[in-house]
């Protein structure tokens, strides 16, 4: 199993380079053109939270964004060393109510978890904090 990582700063400008990486790994692992964007929209809502949570915007954190093939799913690992993150703390965003009465953010784990097949969050002192996305690939 081959894994490729990409290490970057926690500044927002680090985006496109994370994502460039990502859509490359995930046409090579065979995802077809709709399962490349849902995983790039993915980790692109995780790294900006990331970045602007986690690290709280601070820019001299790291995110190191790993992926590699596990049997038939493509998977995406992003580690940091910012605050912890707990999901179980971000409600369910109300997407029945109208839309001027929704509260601004909240939707970023929401469409998370409507990209991809799997979505777990660990923390550790001694690793950090761990996103694992999982993407079926066929």
């Known amino acids: 199993m081959s894994e490729f990582e990409i290490c970057v700063s926690s500044q927002l400008t680090e985006l496109g380079g994370i994502a460039q990486f990502i859509t490359e790994r995930a046409r090579a692992a065979g995802l077809d053109d709709q399962r490349v964007f849902d995983v790039q929209m993915a980790v ?6 990331t970045i602007n949570h986690a690290y709280g915007g601070r820019q001299d954190g790291q995110l190191r964004v790993c992926c590699f093939v596990d049997g038939d799913d493509f998977v995406v690992r992003i580690i940091d060393q910012g605050a912890p993150f707990d999901p179980e703390t971000v409600p369910s965003p109300d997407l029945d109510a109208p839309i001027e009465e929704r509260q601004v953010g ?3 784990l929401y469409f998370m978890r409507q990209l991809m097949d799997e979505v777990r ?3 550790d002192p001694d690793h950090g904090n761990v996103l694992l996305m999982r993407k079926r690939r066929a």
């Open 44 to 49: 692109d809502e995780a790294s900006t939270n």
């Open 106 to 108: 909240g939707l970023g």
């Open 121 to 123: 969050f660990f923390s």
